[in-house]
C-alpha cells in the first residue's frame, strides 16, 4: 500500500531481529478476548487514489459552495479572498508537517512565525500581548471568562446580548463545570447595542463584561465608558472581535480601555471551511500576561549569541504544570496562525486599510440599496460590513426559500436564537469584498419577490 | 544567512495585494475610525513568499525525515488528503448555509463519524472536539452530565502517574479533584490501587491505553469492570490508538469515552502545532449526554441537529462545545486517509506500527536501558531511560546529538515515572532503511554519552541555532516586537 | 502594485544615485518617435486578484474538462490519474523558480533529478542514453530524423503511416529548411502494421525509417525485422512512442533495435492541459550520443571529492557552437521532467506494471463491449490501451454529436487526416485507468443512439 | 546530508501508488509482453516526498533571493499564476477534444493574442512555439515562406556578434548561412556595415532589442529602413522585451517578426529550465505565413483554424511547427499576469527594471569596470567587465562567491564582445532593500578581486557542493545510473 514502505521481506527480517515469529506475536499483552483476527467485519478494504479522489470529489459537489452563489453569510465567519501566495506557502512541508516546535534549534521556522503573529495580534486587537493561537473565537472567549476570575477571583460574568449565541452556549456549557455565573439575554431589534444596560448591571460580584465589537447584528459602539464602568467597579472588560478585517477601519478594543481582547481569526488567511478549522485569537494587557492561557513564543540568544525565539512561559502550561495548569489547551491552531500572519504580511497597514475600505463602502451601497426593499428595514445606525434588515417575514423560511434559487442570503436570527421568536424576522447580512454590484441587485431582486 | 521579522524588512506602505476601488459613501463608523497608526508592516508577494519560505527551511518535518516523538505520532501525510480537503465544495462552504446547500458537508461527517464507531466498537461519536486536550474535556463533560442525570455528584478523577499532562489539566479545568494512581514495576496501572481508592465520590478515572511507556494495559477490562461495578466511568486516552487501530476496539474493553486525535492516528497535519481534530466517542451510557451538533441521516438526508433543531429527541445534551461543528477541515482530510487505507489497510497500520517500535527496542537495548524491556514486547513505541550514562550526561545531550545526525529528537523526560525517559515512536509509515540509518546513529550517540564525549554536551553545531536561553526567555519575557529604542541604541 | 516592490521614496532616491531626474530620461536611447508618453490605448489597467481569478474562472467554466465526462481521447495525448504528491513537489518554489542549472554549486536538487531522470527514460525505452526532455514528442521526432541525417549522411526519412499525422506535419514543416525527403502516406483501416511496407521501400538513401508503436490506430508489431532491414541497409530506425505507460506491458522499442527512441512524456505526471507544455523523451544507443540534441546531465566530482551533476557534453549546444550547434534547443521542458520523474518514482516497476495492466484489462473490455453496438467494427486484433472502431458513418459527427451529449467518445480519423476521406469512418478510441464500467456503458448506449 | 538517488534507495517491489485490481481478460499484446525486469526503482509516498524534498533544498531559486542573471529575466512568479493554470477547465482538457467543449481555452489564448499584438504594435501572432529558440525558427520560417511565395530564394541570414547563441544556431538549423555583424565601440550594431552587407542574398538580419549588452538599439528604425529596402526582413529576438514593455512597440521600430519568452517578461516559472513558452508576432507582410494551427474569432464563437478547418483563407501558411496548440499552461499563467498589471502595472514593469538596472550601474561602476557605462544609461541590465581584477582573478571567481554571500551569480561572459563580461538584470520585482545588500555583496566580492585575496579563488565554501569538475564529466560521460560492479567494489 502507497503510505506502507516495509515490504514482506522487510518484515520478516525485523521479526527475526526482534525474536518474533509473527506480528501477532507483539500483540500478546492485549488480552485475547479483545483481540480481533482479522479485518473488522462491514469495512471496505483499501482503496485507489483515483477511486478515493472521486468519492470525496462527489460529495464536494453536493455542496454550494460560496464562490458559487451571490453570498452574504456573516455572523462569525466570513468569505474574504485570499491570496494565492497564502495556501502555497503554508503547504510547505516544512510547515505543513512539522511539529509544534518543542526543538527550537530546529524549529526557527515556525517559532519566529509565531512572534511575528503574536505582534501582528497585539498591534491589530490594540493589547501589550497576545498568544500564539486557541482552538477557535468561542473557546478563546471562554478563556477569557475564566482567565478573568482567576485574576478578579470573582465568579460572575455579564455576557453582552450583543455576543454570538455560539459563544455564550459554549460559556454557558464549561460554566457547568465551573460554576461561574454568567447572565445573558438575546438580543433585542434596536439600532443601539446594549452597552449601557450592561453598565448598569455591573456590580461588586462581577468578573468580567463580556461584549462583541461588532456585535452579532453589526452594530458597533465605543467601549470607552463600559471599560472605565467595569475598572470601576473592579472588574474587567473582555472584548470579543469575531471580525478582524474591521479593525482595519474602527479603533480596537484594547485602545478603549479593554483588558482582554479575544476573537475570531478566520477572516485573514484561513477561509470558510464549514467552521474550522479556525483561529482563536487571544491578546490582553501586559500585567496579565501570566494567567493567559495558550502557548507563547519569546525572544532569547543562543549558546552563540545569535537571537532566536522559543516556546515560553511553560509553566502556565499543562505539560508542565499539569492540574495547576492555566489551561488544558496542547494543540492549537499553528497553521492558521502562520495563515493569518502571511495574509496579515501581504496587506500590510496598507492593504488592510483598503480591504477594510472597501468592504465597509460596498455594505453601505448594500445595506442602501436593500432597505429600498419593500418589506425591508435597515436596523444599524453604523455597521462596519455586516448589518441586520428586518423583513416582513420569518427570515428563517426566506434564507430556505433564497438557498433554493441558489442565492445564500445571510443569517436568520431564527437559527442563532431559535429561543427568541420576537426577533425572528431578523437578517443578518455580511458583505465583503467578495460581493459584487451584480449580487447585491440579484439578493435584492429575490428579497422582493420573496416578501411581495 | 538570518532571516529578519517582518517588522525590521516591512513598512505600512507596502502591500503585497491590490483591491477595487472602495466605492465613495458616507461612513457608518460614527465617531469609531481607527485613525492611530497600527503599525503593521506590509511586503510585497516576491518578498512574502522570500520570507516565508527562507524561514520555512530553518524548521524539522516528517517531509525531510524520521520524527520520533513518542505518543506524537508523526507520521507521513498525504497529499491526497491536502487535494481534497482544497476542494471548494468542502473549503468554501459556511457554516451557517441552510442545510440543503451541503448535504455533502453533512455526509463526511457522518461517514467518517460511522468508520471512527465501527473501528472502536462504540455507540456514538461526538464530532466536535477541536483537539485531543478538548476531546478529553467532552468527555468529562458527557460523564458529569450522566452522573448529575442520575443525581450522583462525584468530585474525584483518577488519574494514573504515567498519564499525558493533558489529562489532570482537563480534569482539575473541569473543576474535578486530581488523584493520582501509582504504577507497577512492569510500568502499568496499579490495578489493586486502583480499586483500593475507588468509592461513591469518583466520577472516573482516565487512562490511557496502550500507556505512555508504550505498554498496553493488560488489565484493562478488570479495570473497566471494577470502575463501573464502583459506579464510576473509563475515559481512556486515545492518543495512542495508532498501536491497535484495527486490531483491538476500544469499545471491547468496557471504555465510556476516549478522543481520537485525527492528526495522530490519521495522519492530518500538525502544522507546527496545530490544528488537531479530536472527536470523542462515547458508550451507550453517555451517549445521551453528547454535545450540540451532530449529524443524523433521516432518510436520505443529512440533518444537521443544533439548538434551532434538537427538540425533544436530544434533550439531555450537555450542550455545544464550540461555535460551529468542528474541524471540518481535518474530517475530510482523515476519512481520506481512512478511505485510502480501508479496513485492511488501517489493520496493518497497527501492525507495522508496532513491528517498528519493537525493531527499535530489540535493536538498541544492549546500548541503552529498556527500564520494562524485558518484560515483553512493546506497543508502538520504545521506551529508553539514561541509565548508564557517563556521569554528567543526560537525556538532553543525547537528544540535542541527535540533530546533529539529521533527526528530530525523541519524547525527553516523558513519562515521568521513568528516569530521563526517551520515548521513541517511528510510526508505520518508515522504511526499514530509515529505521536503521536512525538506529544507527541513535547507538553512536548512546556510545558518545557512555563513553563522556564532552563535545555531545556541545549539540547542535549543525543546526539553524545552537542551544537556546530559555531560561533567559522565561525570566525577561520579550512576546512582541517593538521598535528598538533609538537612545539606547546611540548610546 | 502587489508584485511591484518599489514605493515612489525609493524610485526617486534611486534616480538620485544614478543622477537622472525621470525614469523617462534612463529611456534617452529609444527614438523619440517610439516612445510613447504614457499607457498603451485600449488595454484595462491593473486589477486586484480576486477580480483576475473571477475572469479566469468564468473562462475555465467554459471549457468541459476531461474529468467531468466520460472521456475516451488519446492520439498523443492521454488522460492519466496523477498522484497528488507530484503536483505538490513540483511547486516546491526551489524547483518551479530555479534557472536552468548553469551554476551547479546551488543546482544539485535539480541536476540529480535531471540524471535520474535521464536514467528512468533510458530503461523505459530500452536504450542506454537519454537526454533531459525536448519540449514534446512531435519535436523530439523531427530532433531524431535530424540527427539520422547527420549520423548517416543521407537525406530521405520513411515515415511509417502510422505515425501520429501531427508529427507528420511538424517533420515535413521543418523538412521544408533542410531539404530532407520525407515519404509518408495516410494509413488503411487494415488490422496490420505498415511494417512489411517499410521494409520493402528501405532504399540506399534512406537515412531512417520511423515508426510509433503503439501507432495512431492503436496497433503494436515487433519492431525487431524493421530493425534489422534498416540495419542491413545502413539506415537507422527511430521508434516514437506517445503512450510510454504502454511500456510497462510492451518490449521496449530499444530491445528490438531501434537506434533512437522517442517519446511524448505527458502520459506520466504531465497531465492533459490541452496540448501543452508536454514533454518530449529522447533516447539513443551510446555511440550516436554525441549527435544527440538537447541538455544532458552526467556525473562527475567536486573540489572536495563528493558525487556531483553537471550539466555536460555542452558542445553540442547551441550557447557553445552557436551556428554549429546539433540543435537550437535551449530551454526544454525541465519542470514537466521533473513531474515525470515523480510519477515513475511514485510507481517503480511495479507500479508501473500495474498501472499497465489495468489499462489493457479496461480496454480490452471497452473494446469488446462497443465491438457489440450494431454499426461498429473493432479494427485491431493487437492493441495497448487504444484502438480504432470503424463506424457505418464519418466519426467526426458522431463525435461531434456525443459531445453534446456530454461524452467525449474518441478522435476521429477525420479530424486526424482531413485529407484521407476513405478512412473518416474510424474512430480512436483510448481507455486508461480513469474510466469506469460506467463510462464504457454509456459510450456504448451513446453510439448505438447516433448509429441507429 | 547527502541525498542517495532513487537506484540506489528504492527497489523494485515498492510503489507509492496503487490501483484497483485489474479486469481479468485475454491479453491482446500478442507476443510482445515485457517480460524482462525494467529496473524502475519505486518509493512509498513518504519517501518520495522526502526524496524530493530534501533535493529542492540543494537549489537556489527566485523564492530564495534576488537572481541576478542577465537575460534570463528572473522575476518573481506570482502565485495566482500557479492556481488559475490548475483549474481543471484549463489543466483537465485534451488538445483534440471538439471545439464546442473548449470555447473557454481558444478565448483564452485568443485574448492573450490580443494582448500581445496591441503591446508590440504588431498585425498578428503566432502561440505555438514551443520556447524562444522554437520561437526563432517560427519567424524564419515565416521569412523563408514570405519570400519564396514571391520567388525569391535568399540564403544569408545576418547575425550582430552580440547576438544570443541561440540566433545563429537556429538560422543554421533552417539551413542559412550565417554571418557576423561587428559591433561599434559603444556596443551596439554596426550600421554601415550591416548597410554595407546587405544585397539580395540576405535573407533578413537577426538583431536583439534592447540588445545583450543591455543597450537600446537607437538605430533600430534605420536598421530596419535598409533591411527592408534590400527586400529582407528584420526579426528581432524579444527576449529582453521585459525592458520596454509598455513603453516601446517593436512594431514602431520596423520590426517584422520578434518571439516574446512568456517565461522572462511574463513571469511565467523557469522550472529549472522549462517548460517555456515563445509566442511570435508578426508584420502584415508575415501575417499570411503563420503557422497552424491558430484560433480565430467568428461571430461569438472561437474557432480553431487546423488542417481540418483551415480550407482556402490562410492558405499561404507554413505549415505545423508542434503536435497541439502551444503552451496552454503557460497561456493561462501569461494571461494571469497580464490582466493582473494592466497597461498602466505592465509599463511601470520596464520602468522598473531599467531603474532597477541603472541603480546597480551607477552603484557599482566605481569598483567595476562598466565597458559602456559611460555613454549614458542602460536599460534592464547593467554589464561589467573583469577589467581591473587582479592577476588571476576571474570573473567565474566572483561568480561563485556571490554563491557564499547568499545570491545566484550573474551571467558570466556574455556577451562575448566584452571580456569576463558580468551581465546583471535585476528585474522589476526586486525591492530596494534587496538590490542594496546584492550591491554590498558584489562591492565587497570586487575589492576582494582587485586585492587578490585567494580565498575567493576556492569560492563557494558555503553551497551544497564545491566548484564541480566539468571537464572530468565530459571527458568520461556518465549520463545514468548503473549498478555499482560488484567485482570492481570488492577489489
Known amino acids: 500500500m502507497r503510505y506502507l514502505p516495509l515490504t514482506d521481506t522487510d518484515r520478516q527480517e525485523m521479526l527475526s531481529v526482534i525474536g518474533a515469529e509473527t506480528i501477532d506475536d507483539l500483540f500478546i499483552d492485549v488480552p485475547a478476548e479483545a483481540r480481533l483476527s482479522g479485518t473488522i467485519a462491514g469495512l471496505p478494504d483499501h482503496a485507489s487514489e483515483l477511486a478515493v479522489e472521486r468519492h470525496m470529489g462527489a460529495l464536494a459537489r453536493k455542496n454550494l459552495s460560496a464562490g458559487e452563489a451571490p453570498f452574504f453569510l456573516g455572523a462569525g465567519a466570513y468569505k474574504h479572498h485570499v491570496p494565492a501566495s497564502v495556501d502555497h506557502l503554508i503547504q510547505r512541508g516544512e510547515f505543513l508537517t512539522a511539529y509544534t516546535p518543542y526543538q527550537p534549534e530546529i524549529a526557527q521556522g515556525t517559532l519566529q512565525v509565531l512572534f511575528e503573529f503574536q505582534t501582528q495580534v497585539a498591534r491589530l486587537l490594540g493589547v501589550d500581548v497576545a498568544n500564539a493561537s486557541m482552538y477557535d473565537g468561542s473557546t478563546a472567549c471562554w478563556e477569557a471568562i475564566g482567565m478573568a476570575r482567576r485574576i478578579t477571583k470573582r465568579g460572575k460574568a455579564l455576557l453582552s446580548s450583543g455576543l454570538h449565541p455560539h459563544y455564550v452556549s459554549v460559556a454557558n456549557t464549561m460554566a457547568k463545570f465551573t460554576g461561574d455565573a454568567l447572565v445573558h439575554q438575546a438580543p433585542t431589534l434596536d439600532a443601539a447595542t446594549d452597552i449601557d444596560a450592561l453598565i448598569a448591571s455591573i456590580d461588586k460580584d462581577t468578573s468580567c463584561v463580556v461584549v462583541q465589537y461588532p456585535d452579532i447584528l453589526g452594530r458597533i459602539a465605543d467601549l470607552t465608558p463600559l471599560a472605565e464602568a467595569a475598572h470601576a467597579a473592579g472588574a474587567l472588560l473582555v472584548a470579543v472581535v469575531t471580525e478582524p478585517v474591521a479593525l482595519g477601519a474602527i479603533k480596537a478594543p484594547g485602545h478603549m480601555g479593554a483588558d482582554i481582547v479575544v476573537g475570531e481569526g478566520q477572516s485573514i488567511g484561513v477561509g470558510l471551511q464549514f467552521g474550522g478549522p479556525y483561529l482563536g485569537l487571544f491578546g490582553c494587557k501586559q500585567k496579565y500576561v501570566r494567567q493567559m492561557p495558550g502557548r507563547l513564543c519569546g525572544e532569547t540568544v543562543d549558546a552563540a549569541g545569535k537571537r532566536g525565539f522559543v516556546l515560553t512561559l511553560s509553566t502556565r502550561e499543562q505539560h508542565i504544570r499539569r492540574e495547576k495548569a492555566t489551561s488544558n489547551i496542547c494543540t492549537n491552531s499553528g497553521l492558521c496562525a502562520l495563515a493569518f500572519s502571511i495574509h496579515m504580511t501581504l496587506l500590510g497597514e496598507k492593504g488592510l486599510r483598503e480591504l477594510a475600505t472597501l468592504n465597509h463602502g460596498l455594505a453601505v451601497q448594500a445595506a442602501d440599496r436593500l432597505a429600498k426593499v419593500p418589506g425591508v428595514t435597515l436596523l444599524n445606525d453604523g455597521f462596519f460590513n455586516e448589518f441586520t434588515l428586518v423583513l416582513t417575514k420569518d427570515a428563517r423560511e426566506v434564507v430556505r426559500n433564497l438557498a433554493d434559487k441558489g442565492v445564500l442570503a445571510g443569517v436568520s436570527l431564527g437559527r442563532l436564537f431559535p429561543d427568541a421568536p420576537a426577533i425572528g424576522n431578523g437578517l443578518v447580512v455580511a458583505v465583503t469584498e467578495t460581493v459584487t454590484p451584480e449580487d447585491i441587485e440579484t439578493l435584492a431582486a429575490a428579497l422582493e419577490e420573496e416578501l411581495a | ?237 486515545g492518543a495512542n490508538f495508532n498501536a491497535i487501530v484495527g486490531r483491538v476496539r476500544p469499545g471491547d474493553l468496557g471504555v465510556d469515552a476516549m478522543h481520537i486525535n485525527l492528526h495522530k492516528t490519521f495522519s492530518t497535519p500538525h502544522g507546527g502545532g496545530g490544528p488537531g481534530s479530536g472527536p470523542v466517542v462515547l458508550s451507550q451510557a453517555l451517549t445521551p449526554f453528547a454535545p450540540l451538533p451532530f449529524v443524523e441521516k433521516q432518510g436520505d438526508k443529512f440533518v444537521l441537529v443544533e439548538e434551532e433543531t434538537v427538540e425533544d429527541h436530544h434533550a439531555q445534551t450537555f450542550g455545544r462545545m464550540v461555535a460551529f461543528h468542528g474541524q471540518m477541515g481535518m474530517f475530510t482530510r482523515a476519512l481520506t486517509y481512512i478511505l485510502s487505507h480501508g479496513a485492511d489497510g488501517l489493520r496493518q497500520v497497527a501492525s507495522d506500527a508496532v513491528l517498528n517500535a519493537n525493531y527499535i527496542l530489540r535493536s538498541l537495548d544492549d546500548v541503552l536501558d529498556a527500564p520494562f524491556g524485558a518484560a515483553g514486547p512493546c506497543m508502538h513505541e520504545a521506551l529508553f531511560s539514561d541509565k548508564g550514562l557517563a556521569e554528567g550526561f543526560t537525556t538532553l545531550d543525547i537528544a540535542k546529538g541527535l540533530i546533529d545526525e539529521g533527526f528530530h529528537p525523541m519524547t525527553m523526560y516523558f513519562p515521568l515515572v521513568v528516569h530521563g525517559a526517551m520515548l521513541v515512536e517511528p510510526t508505520e509509515t518508515e522504511s526499514k532503511a530509515a529505521l536503521d540509518q536512525f538506529i544507527m546513529a541513535l547507538r553512536s550517540l548512546a556510545e558518545r554519552a557512555k563513553a563522556g564525549d564532552e563535545a555531545l554536551k556541545g549539540a547542535p553545531y549543525h543546526a539553524p541555532r545552537r542551544r537556546l536561553d530559555e531560561t533567559l526567555a522565561a525570566r525577561k519575557p520579550v512576546l512582541t516586537w517593538s521598535e528598538p529604542d533609538l537612545a539606547v541604541a546611540a548610546e
Open chain 2, 1 to 237: 544567512l538570518e532571516e529578519k521579522l517582518i517588522f525590521e524588512i516591512g513598512s505600512t506602505d507596502t502591500t503585497g495585494v491590490d483591491f477595487a476601488e472602495a466605492p465613495k459613501v458616507a461612513s457608518r463608523l460614527g465617531s469609531l475610525a481607527r485613525t492611530d497608526s497600527i503599525g503593521m508592516p506590509g511586503l510585497s508577494e516576491q518578498e512574502t513568499v522570500r520570507h516565508y519560505t527562507r524561514l520555512s527551511r530553518q524548521n524539522y518535518a516528517i517531509d525531510l525525515g524520521l520524527f520520533p516523538l513518542g505518543s506524537c505520532t508523526m507520521k507521513h501525510n498525504p497529499r491526497l488528503n491536502e487535494k481534497v480537503a482544497r476542494m471548494p465544495g468542502f473549503a468554501d462552504i459556511h457554516p451557517l448555509q441552510p442545510q440543503s446547500t451541503v448535504q455533502g458537508a453533512l455526509a463526511v461527517i457522518h461517514e467518517l463519524a460511522a468508520w471512527l464507531v465501527t473501528l472502536t466498537g462504540m455507540h456514538s461519536v461526538a464530532m466536535s472536539p477541536k483537539a485531543g486536550a478538548h476531546g478529553e474535556l467532552c468527555g468529562l463533560l458527557a460523564i458529569r452530565a450522566a452522573l448529575e442525570a442520575r443525581g450522583d455528584a462525584r468530585s474525584v478523577i483518577l488519574v494514573p502517574e504515567s498519564a499525558h499532562g493533558t489529562n489532570p489539566a482537563t480534569a482539575a479545568f473541569c473543576g474535578y479533584k486530581v488523584e493520582d494512581i501509582p504504577a507497577t514495576p512492569d510500568g502499568r496501572v496499579d490495578l489493586e490501587a486502583l480499586k483500593a481508592r475507588l468509592g461513591p465520590d469518583v466520577a472516573a478515572v482516565m487512562i490511557t491505553n496502550p500507556n505512555t511507556c508504550g505498554l498496553f494495559e493488560r488489565d484493562m477490562k478488570t479495570i473497566s469492570d471494577a470502575v463501573h461495578a464502583a459506579g464510576a466511568f473509563v475515559y481512556c486516552d
